[in-house]
């Protein structure tokens, strides 16, 4: 969920790897996520998940009779999703795919698709946002429901917001800081890693800053209805004071 477009040095390699033993720590399953995700797709359905990240999310739906297609670019986290499901007789398939060529995919096929975890921002550009929404539209099935959640870069813009939670797992030996940087427009999204033996990998990407009436914009682009936006899986109503932005849209 983490990275989705972006190429990665030999550091960033060793980041992701070393990452990717955490992920699980780090970003853990919500039932109420999931809850959210599944309520919202047909009983049996076809589901792409776009950043899957280790897949946790991709792995319920299919345990619960959804076909799921999960898909990341990056090469740890598949194998990690991989590695879970060995042996295992699930409707899952994991792919290694940049979310700019869904187009490779079977269009009008799903009957829903997300996707979580900040992982849409990170894409470069608003034409490229643009584009990797109406490859999912074409992909949608019509009525198939489309999931986004990023953080909300409304609050983040409004109040120059510097730093993310700590997030800290004493108990499983595992820090994780996260902080922006805003230049000329572009985030950058600078990020430690700090594990158990004391060691650090320090990591550096660079984030969109999509604004909710920016996301708004586009779906509609891409020919999307029925918009909805949230401040939590909870569905709580959006604000501008929502750490997250969820948004919810039909073909």
Same mark, same amino acid.
């Given at each position: 969920m983490i990275n989705c477009n972006q190429d990665k040095g030999g550091r960033q390699m060793a980041f992701y790897e070393e990452l990717s033993k955490y992920y699980d720590h780090v970003f853990p399953f919500s039932p109420m996520t999931y809850n959210f995700l599944s309520d919202r797709f047909p009983n049996k359905g076809k589901i792409l998940d776009i950043a899957t990240g280790t897949g946790n999310y991709a792995i319920t739906l299919a345990e619960n009779e959804h076909k799921v297609t999960a898909i990341d670019l990056d090469k740890e986290m598949i194998q990690k999703l991989k590695e879970k499901i060995k042996g295992r007789d699930l409707p899952l398939t994991p792919v290694v795919m940049n979310m700019l060529n869904l187009n490779s995919l079977t269009p009008n096929s799903y009957d829903g698709a997300f996707c979580i975890g900040n992982s849409l921002v990170h894409l470069q550009t608003l034409e490229a946002i643009e584009q990797s929404l109406k490859e999912v539209y074409n992909l949608l099935l019509s009525g198939g429901q489309f999931i986004i959640q990023?953080?909300?870069?409304?609050?983040?813009?409004?109040?120059?917001?510097?730093e993310l939670p700590l997030i800290n797992r004493p108990d499983l030996g595992v820090k994780f800081l996260r902080r922006y940087q805003l230049i000329d427009d572009?985030?950058?999204?600078?990020?430690? !890693?700090?594990? #158990?033996? %004391?060691?650090?990998?320090?990591?550096?990407?660079?984030?969109?800053?999509?604004?909710?009436? &920016? +996301?708004?914009? !586009?779906?509609? #682009?891409? %020919?999307?209805?029925?918009?909805?936006?949230?401040?939590?899986?909870?569905?709580?109503?959006? &604000? +501008?004071d929502a750490f997250p932005l969820i948004v919810t849209a039909k073909k």
């Open positions: 990023v953080v909300n870069y409304d609050r983040i813009l409004a109040h120059d917001i510097k572009i985030i950058h999204f600078n990020t430690r !890693l700090i594990v #158990s033996d %004391g060691q650090t990998y320090d990591n550096s990407i660079t984030l969109y800053p999509l604004t909710s009436s &920016n +996301l708004k914009e !586009l779906l509609l #682009s891409a %020919g999307f209805r029925d918009i909805h936006f949230y401040g939590g899986f909870d569905e709580q109503k959006f &604000n +501008l």
